[in-house]
């Protein structure tokens, strides 16, 4: 069904719409079971899901002579919303995926900074550059 939990409130277009609905039907020769089941469901209620009146719409505009199709819009015209969908509550960040993300963003930005500034600072010997790259590494991974 489209939309099941949302509820609104039966307008008399709905309940004539429903009871037409069910006269024709109830002329068709093989008309199954299953649609004649929206419009009973409806007949008399006070409340209808969505899907409930967008079926009852299509089957009005299948079976129902031109004069009694109703589209959606005209059946809910004038209805009260009683229920709508839940919306789900943001998600809470794990803190250490959070922790783990600023070090690896840290990282770029001070290899983006060291590519920047990399002509202006002075050159490091072999076994500085070398013992940098290893304290930059072993902070990547976690390791002491």
Not at 37 to 45: S, W
Request: glycine letters at 4%.
């Amino acid at each position: 069904a489209i939309m099941p939990d949302v509820l609104l409130r039966v307008t008399p277009e709905i309940q004539e719409a429903a009871a037409r609905l069910e006269s024709v039907l109830s002329s068709i020769a093989g008309c199954d079971e299953e649609q004649h089941a929206v419009p009973r469901r409806l007949n008399g209620a006070s409340q209808a899901s969505l899907g409930d009146i967008c079926t009852l719409s299509r089957l009005t505009r299948l079976h129902a002579p031109e004069a009694d199709r109703k589209w959606v819009r005209d059946l809910v015209r004038g209805s009260v919303l009683l229920s709508a969908p839940q919306t789900p509550k943001p998600r809470e960040k794990d803190p250490a995926v959070a922790a783990r993300l600023q070090k690896i963003e840290n990282a770029r930005l001070n290899a983006e900074y060291a590519s920047m500034v990399r002509d202006i600072t002075s050159k490091a010997s072999g076994k500085e550059k070398q013992a940098a790259e290893i304290a930059s590494f072993k902070a990547s991974i976690g390791v002491g």
